[in-house]
């Protein structure tokens, strides 16, 4: 919201200084983004008096004219068709700079003859279009003066940051109450008595509603004769230029101008381009418009329009139409003022993708209170500024009424101090929402307090005490440390953050790139992961094809690489944190680390190119598990990882009946289902089923190392084909859980080497003694032990 300084003062009768102004501005909420001082660019410029004006030997349309700037005489060449002796003009002089080019004026010799500054044109000095000649000021300027403050160019311009609950001050008007309410001056009342009608209105207005819709509930019209649509007075388009806003006509003008001086958005229709009497409705769908703006708009059913027997002429609280527009041929014109229904003008506007200065008012909703004085205002500048002694004023035509519901609010007088912990004495407290504008009255002990019809934002006795703290000042308001229940701030990461971190950090170590994808998915994709109950199907969706919550991130991932792949990087390596949702209940949302692999092992000169597979995701799922604090040597791997996940090429990893994680390759027909090419391998971790760490105090446990060389042996056994390496392993751990520190696979064999239906697993077994060296017969003995139990488990033998 832009106003100058000079329009704030004509509602704020005030001596306080800009500085001061912005000041409280800034304290009342109605935060100073900046202030833009337009004299600055054009304070080297002065008012100077072209002494006479020589056609210039060397050239026909350029003259030499001598200027006088009250201390000295300048010789300047000009081109400009209106340069003659005995105007005054506005002089720029060698380094100024040019507003509109930011060039620095320099002495120059222009055929052949020195030219020793330059005579300004409006489009020069960034005040207008105009370049067909130099400004030309009137006879009385004063010679030698600042041209921006004889001009009145030197008006700072105030640019606030409104927020949407206060759209009272969305109007110059608005903003001077507050101020005057902070004490920063006496608020100027507004005119809007009614003006005498001289005759019955001659264009009718019907609003055709169907029952209970409040799109439009109040339209007021006038219709005014023999005006004459002239350019609007230099002072009003000053200040429509200072606040972004071209000057078009007077008619045009006086509309802008009253939008942001009381926040009252109004249209003013050529009369005679209205084809009978007009009428207020929702659209019924297909409806053309052709805008003010130069675009065609197709109407969607239930949105306002105005129209009359050819058509629709306005989109109600937007934007007027083209058709039915004032232009300098205008003589008869119809004023509207009329209340829109926020919701419906915001939604309008936003399906049609139209941004004005109207909509940005009624969306936030203007004073329904102030349509038929705003109508009355409207008149008096028409008057004004377009009469002719032949001008008619027709009588008021209005449709419905305004929607005004009056809601006393009790304020208790103690709430203030309550709240805010500032003791505001009752008296004071009536004056500030008196002045405001609220209507104050005492009863029962309390303030019974009705908001005034321009602030929609009031609704209970919080919002009244913070209307009276936010006058008063929240300066007043005691420093007042928190008490705190213990002495060291507890951390406010807990350890399932911990284990949130270490996960990420183990993810993004095994080479996977983080992904943010949308809580949202295609619900033909969800049916591939088990689909979602029907309260996650969403009513609004940001985009069509993301219509519920995301039973996995596997879905968005794959999609995801795909895109990848169709870019040209086929080998993407994603992983994300976040948010799975089964039901709309708490338990339903829970936290799972999801990484998906497609396509290929990256290249090296050391091994083989190959495809992903369930192993790569199990790693990462491992590497994950581990880095989170899982005890992961505990863990039991079973096949019976879900569909989404390749049979035979996939599997669970469990700690007892508890489920850690889903790992292996993506069953093809999910890969289909999200066109997307295989293979790709993923794992997905559910973080909350981690048990928690024990608990082992602060102090981290001593470092214990090994005083004995560990001692290794391999083994080979022929197992049967069903039984699966993790079984045989095991099997050999339980054989002496003291000394066997470690077990690993290192080659799996089938083949004719060993009988049919079976395969031979070799491991690799770490001992590590603790008290003395084993010798070989204990050695021996452990090793019976190691294949008596692994028999007993699997039924293996050792492989000869």
């Not at 983004?33 to 008012?47: M, N, S, T, Y």
């Not at 370049?131 to 009145?152: K, N, T, W």
């Amino acid at each position: 919201m832009k106003f100058t300084f000079s329009w704030l003062k004509q509602h704020l009768d005030t001596s306080v200084s800009l500085t001061d102004i912005c000041a409280k501005l800034t304290a009342l909420g109605l935060e100073v983004e900046g202030v833009e001082d337009p004299g600055e660019k054009l304070a080297p410029f002065i008012v100077a008096h072209l002494v006479e004006a020589v056609q210039h030997p060397n050239a026909d349309r350029l003259r030499v004219c001598t200027v006088d700037t009250g201390r000295e005489k300048l010789q300047v060449v000009c081109g400009a068709p209106n340069a003659r002796g005995g105007i005054k003009v506005v002089l720029a002089r060698p380094g100024d700079v040019i507003p509109a080019t930011g060039e620095v004026l320099k002495k120059g010799v222009i055929r052949d003859v020195e030219s020793q500054g330059m005579m300004c044109s409006a489009r020069e000095l960034g005040l207008g279009d105009d370049h067909d000649g130099i400004i030309e000021l009137p006879a009385d300027a004063p010679v030698g003066a600042s041209f921006a403050s004889y001009a009145g160019y030197d008006d700072p311009v105030i640019e606030i940051n409104l927020t949407p609950n206060r759209p009272d001050c969305a109007g110059v008007h608005g903003i001077a109450r507050d101020l005057a309410a902070a004490g920063m001056g006496a608020l100027k009342t507004i005119d809007a008595s009614p003006v005498k009608a001289v005759e019955p209105a001659r264009i009718k207005v019907a609003l055709d509603f169907p029952a209970g819709d409040k799109s439009c509930p109040h339209f007021v019209g006038r219709l005014i004769r023999n005006v004459k649509n002239r350019p609007s007075p230099e002072w009003m388009q000053k200040q429509l230029r200072a606040v972004g806003l071209r000057p078009i006509s007077a008619l045009v003008d006086i509309t802008n101008y009253l939008t942001v001086d009381c926040m009252r958005p109004l249209h003013v229709f050529d009369a005679n381009k209205i084809k009978g009497d007009l009428w207020v409705r929702p659209a019924q769908g297909g409806e053309t418009f052709d805008a003010l703006n130069g675009k065609k708009y197709i109407m969607e059913k239930g949105m306002t329009v105005i129209g009359d027997d050819t058509g629709v002429l306005s989109l109600g609280g937007i934007m007027g139409g083209a058709g039915s527009s004032c232009d300098n041929a205008t003589v008869d014109v119809f004023i509207e003022a009329a209340y829109f229904d926020p919701v419906r003008t915001a939604l309008t506007g936003r399906a049609l993708q139209i941004s004005s200065d109207a909509r940005y008012r009624f969306e936030r909703g203007v004073d329904p209170l102030f349509t038929q004085l705003g109508a009355e205002v409207a008149t008096k500048f028409i008057l004004d500024l377009c009469g002719t002694p032949e001008t008619v004023v027709g009588e008021l035509v209005i449709a419905g009424q305004a929607p005004v519901v009056e809601r006393p609010i009790a304020l208790e007088i103690g709430k203030c101090l309550k709240h805010t912990g500032v003791d505001v004495a009752a008296g004071e407290q009536e004056k500030i929402l008196t002045t405001l504008g609220f209507d104050v009255r005492h009863k029962d002990g309390k303030l019974s307090v009705i908001a005034p019809s321009w602030r929609p934002d009031i609704e209970g006795d919080a919002d009244l005490v913070e209307e009276i703290i936010r006058v008063k000042g929240y300066e007043y308001i005691p420093a007042v440390s928190l008490q705190r229940p213990q002495a060291v701030t507890a951390s406010a990461i807990d350890a399932a953050d911990y284990r949130l971190t270490a996960a990420r950090r183990a993810l993004a170590s095994q080479g996977l790139m983080e992904a943010v994808t949308w809580s949202f998915m295609p619900g033909t994709i969800a049916a591939c992961f088990g689909g979602v109950a029907d309260a996650l199907r969403l009513v609004n969706p940001i985009s069509s094809d993301l219509d519920v919550m995301r039973p996995s991130i596997l879905g968005n991932l794959i999609q995801a690489a795909k895109r990848n792949a169709d870019r040209g990087f086929a080998e993407a390596a994603l992983f994300e944190i976040g948010p799975v949702f089964r039901d709309q209940t708490p338990e339903g949302q829970s936290m799972i680390a999801t990484a998906l692999r497609a396509g290929a092992t990256p290249r090296h000169w050391a091994q083989p190119v190959r495809a992903v597979d369930a192993y790569d995701a199990k790693a990462d799922a491992l590497a994950a598990l581990a880095a989170a604090g899982a005890p992961v040597a505990s863990l039991q791997i079973t096949a019976d990882a879900p569909a989404w996940y390749h049979p035979g090429r996939s599997g669970s990893l469990r700690l007892g009946p508890t489920v850690l994680a889903f790992f292996g390759e993506i069953h093809p027909s999910v890969l289909a289902a999200c066109d997307a090419a295989g293979p790709m391998a993923g794992c997905e971790i559910f973080m909350a089923n981690i048990p928690a760490a024990r608990a082992t105090g602060t102090a981290k446990p001593l470092l214990k190392l090994d005083a004995l060389q560990p001692v290794s042996r391999d083994f080979a056994f022929v197992v049967g084909r069903d039984i699966t390496a993790a079984k045989l392993i095991k099997a050999v751990r339980d054989a002496d859980k003291n000394l066997i520190r470690d077990v690993s696979v290192f080659d799996v064999y089938q083949g004719d080497k060993v009988e049919a239906g079976k395969k031979s697993i070799a491991v690799s077994v770490t001992l590590q003694p603790a008290d003395k060296s084993l010798t070989d017969a204990e050695i021996d003995a452990i090793a019976a032990k190691i294949a008596a139990s692994v028999a007993k488990v699997t039924g293996a033998t050792l492989r000869g």
